[in-house]
């Protein structure tokens, strides 16, 4: 017990005024990362045009929507997480994801209904511009994302990897899909799928390295 | 509970705030309170320093505490994740000891990470336990595991999964 006291007469005399970690902030970080994302996708690669003209299609809409639906609830969690806490998860963020899901779904009904298949879905140069310009987009948000989340105190680096892979996925593919030429649901379904999924096991893989303390 | 939570997380507030005196008074209950939660689930020994970790976390962590929410689900988390660090690290030690040096001294730290240890995986059915001894613990190959204990290799993989969810889970209610 001594040594106890003794230790907390260092750790008082180390007592400093903190600014406490608000996850408001890491969420408006992550909002200003996603906001220059979209303008370096717009510079670099350019919008679409329908978009360009605030006049855009019906599916884009739709898509860009579950999107941002899936990365600001996702985002609210992992920002959550940052703090700990017993019994408070969050759980919301599994609606948006089940919302996304409506699209593989719907592709896979007009698939066995004989739809022919969209002729961009076997395209290489659409599909590697795809994965590139979602993925590496997702990649410059969950590194701001992780960076923030590394000044807090996360107790489940797992969940929180998998949640910061998820937003990052969710925010970084909307970022492409205001320059995606397709409009097929069958084509989101697939390869945005597979951009999301690929940024969630990021996620996964590289935080709890990052988040231990 | 010795005392109520909503004036500790009060006397955090004023800690944050650079309040010497209420960050003593905080530190000294938490203390206690931590002693008390480590008290099952570590051998005694093992307390002071983890009561001195745990300290040191809620010092170094202090910024993320909200006032607007309640204490104690703040520092217990604080402490379930140094305890499962100090289980961890106490099953890498034992990866790097002699035998002679766990002979030499029966209550060991990491020995007694393992006896904690052994008290969660007492949960799990005996095809889990072995396997996740053999892969995660001796660190042999899924192929290796397989041939010692017969099960698939597909198999070995599902059950070392399904007990380390398990696993967590338990910790999680712990």
Known sequence: ?213 | MMFGDRPLGELMARAQAGDAHAYRTLLEQSGRWLRRYFGGRIAPHLIDDLVQDTLASVHAKRATFDPARPYLPWLAAIARYRWVDQLRRGYRADETLLRDDLAADPIDAAETARISLDALLAYLPDRQVMVIRLVKIDGLSVAEASARTGQSEALVKVNVHRGLKRLAALVEKA
Not at chain 1, 1 to 17: H, K, Q, S
Not at chain 1, 181 to 203: D, N, Q
């Open chain 1, 1 to 213: 017990m001594m040594n106890e006291d003794f230790r907390i007469d260092g750790l008082v005399a180390d007592l400093r005024p903190v600014r406490r970690l608000r996850p408001a902030r890491g969420f408006a970080l992550v909002t200003a990362a996603t906001l220059g994302v979209v303008a370096v996708v717009a510079v670099a690669a350019g919008l679409r045009p329908d978009v360009a003209a605030l006049a855009p299609d019906p599916l884009v809409v739709l898509r860009s929507a579950a999107l941002v639906l899936l990365g600001v609830a996702t985002l609210h969690a992992a920002t959550a997480a940052a703090r700990p806490s017993i019994g408070e998860h969050r759980h919301g963020w599994r609606w948006a994801l089940a919302a996304i899901g409506l699209f593989p779904l719907t592709a896979a009904i007009l698939t066995l209904a004989g739809a022919p298949t969209p002729h961009e879905m076997l395209s290489a140069p659409m599909i590697a511009s795809c994965l590139v310009i979602s993925l590496s987009s997702a990649a410059a948000i969950l590194a701001v994302l992780l960076a923030w989340l590394r000044s807090g105190a996360v107790t489940d680096p797992h969940r929180a990897g998998w949640l910061s892979g998820l937003a990052a996925g969710g925010l970084g593919s909307f970022a492409y899909s205001l320059h995606c030429p397709s409009t097929s649901i069958e084509y989101f379904a697939v390869w945005y799928g597979l951009a999301i999924a690929i940024s969630a096991g990021l996620g996964r893989l590289v935080a709890p390295p990052l988040l231990r303390w």
